[in-house]
């Protein structure tokens, strides 16, 4: 089954709007909504992501927080959050994927403060790679 995931982004100056939409459709989802509790370094998360097959992500935390990929100590990537500052990559956007060329094998959340934490990411999966 499909998903899709509508993006849009919009700048206004005074009388001006300039806004950007777009749909994208994927093959299937990854979805994390963790509490992250005071103080917390290196929570681990469990993911398994196959960075050429990403196409959205998502992430959102209530407080600053920083996000680690593979590893606490020596990542492969690192995101920094601002609280309520979402990151927002599409495969279309000309940009950077913030997990960056090496596949995921682990995500680590780092955090003085408790918040909440949230990542959104749609995938387009090789033919076959996903079960019946």
Do not use: C
């Not at 100056?13 to 909504?33: K, M, P, R």
């Not at 509790?37 to 050429?52: E, G, K, M, N, R």
């Not at 000309?94 to 094998?105: I, S």
């Amino acid at each position: 089954m499909s998903l899709t995931h509508k993006v849009k982004r919009s700048f206004s100056s005074g009388n001006e709007v300039l806004e950007y939409s777009e749909t994208i459709t994927t093959g299937s989802g990854f979805e994390l909504d963790v509490a992250i509790v005071a103080s917390s370094t290196d929570i681990p998360l469990a993911a398994a992501i196959d960075v050429s097959e990403m196409k959205t992500l998502f992430i959102l935390a209530t407080q600053d927080m920083t996000l680690e990929t593979n590893d606490g100590t020596t990542p492969a990537a690192t995101v920094t959050l601002k609280a309520g500052i979402p990151v927002l990559w599409t495969s279309t956007s000309g940009e950077t994927n913030p997990f960056g060329a090496t596949n995921v094998t682990g995500l680590f959340v780092t955090s003085t403060l408790a918040g909440t934490f949230k990542m959104r990411m749609g995938i387009d999966p090789r033919a076959g790679a996903l079960p019946d």
